[in-house]
């Protein structure tokens, strides 16, 4: 299996642009969780899928911020308007259960 | 709510060395903990996952060991190598069929050759 895949692996934008953040979870997991990692703040949950389906968005820091899950192969977090402080390293990581979670690689972010 | 403490925040040892990794947590009713690597510029990489049933883990030269009463997690990594070199991150998941994982702090390990 290729493991998580995310894209892009970097974006630079400028402030007041809509970003736009990819990612592939592992085939037949059924959970799938957005973070972001900043030094400030460390690892955050922004929002977690079961079976394609939001459960906790809570972590979402502002209407800004958005994710979607249109199929079990496919989510998107999108950032409208982009900010200076939405920069930092993006994960997407997924599950089958409660096992392990496999991390992909990240979008590293700067909004200037 | 879920607190995460790792300390010591960063350690530097010689190539070699024994050394335990400590991971606090405040609320003990957990589902499962597991112990994650992550490389500079990388994402994070599972290295052991504890049950809340199970006391020990083994991979390798990886030893995790889980005490929910005192709520402390230990990673033991034996005779340490350069290629160790990474940020250890523990992450809790709390009971009841919850998926929202707290991280730790994370302990930034430097092994000297």
């Known amino acids: 299996d290729a493991g998580v895949i995310q894209s892009p692996r970097h974006e630079v934008t400028e402030m007041g642009q809509e970003v736009t953040l990819r990612c592939k979870p592992i085939?037949?997991?059924?959970?799938l969780f957005w973070y972001r990692q900043t030094m400030m703040r460390g690892l955050e949950l922004l929002i977690y899928?079961?079976?394609?389906?939001?459960?906790?968005d809570s972590g979402m820091p502002e209407d800004r911020f958005s994710a979607k899950m249109p199929n079990a192969s496919f989510s998107t977090l999108k950032i409208q308007p982009s900010e200076p402080r939405d920069s930092a390293v993006y994960f997407c990581?997924?599950?089958?259960?409660?096992?392990?979670?496999?991390f992909g690689p990240g979008t590293r972010l700067t909004v200037t | 709510k879920q607190e995460v403490t790792q300390i010591p925040a960063a350690l530097s040892v010689p190539e070699g060395e024994n050394l335990v990794l400590n991971c606090s947590f405040t609320?003990?009713?957990?589902?499962?903990l597991q112990w994650f690597r992550q490389d500079p510029g990388k994402g994070l990489t599972s290295l052991l996952l504890?049950?809340?049933?199970?006391r020990e883990q083994t991979s390798g030269r990886l030893n995790a060991s889980l005490d929910k009463s005192s709520g402390r997690s230990t990673l033991y990594i034996a005779a340490s190598q350069p290629g160790d070199s990474a940020t250890y991150l523990c992450?809790?998941?709390?009971?009841?069929?919850?998926?929202?994982?707290?991280f730790g702090t994370g302990t930034k390990l430097q092994v000297i050759p």
């Open positions: 899928f079961n079976n394609n389906v939001p459960i906790d």
């Open positions: 990581a997924s599950s089958l259960g409660a096992r392990r979670q496999y």
């Open positions: 085939s037949g997991h059924d959970y």
């Open positions: 609320d003990s009713a957990i589902y499962n």
């Open positions: 992450a809790v998941l709390p009971g009841g069929g919850y998926q929202k994982v707290t």
């Open positions: 504890i049950q809340s049933s199970q």
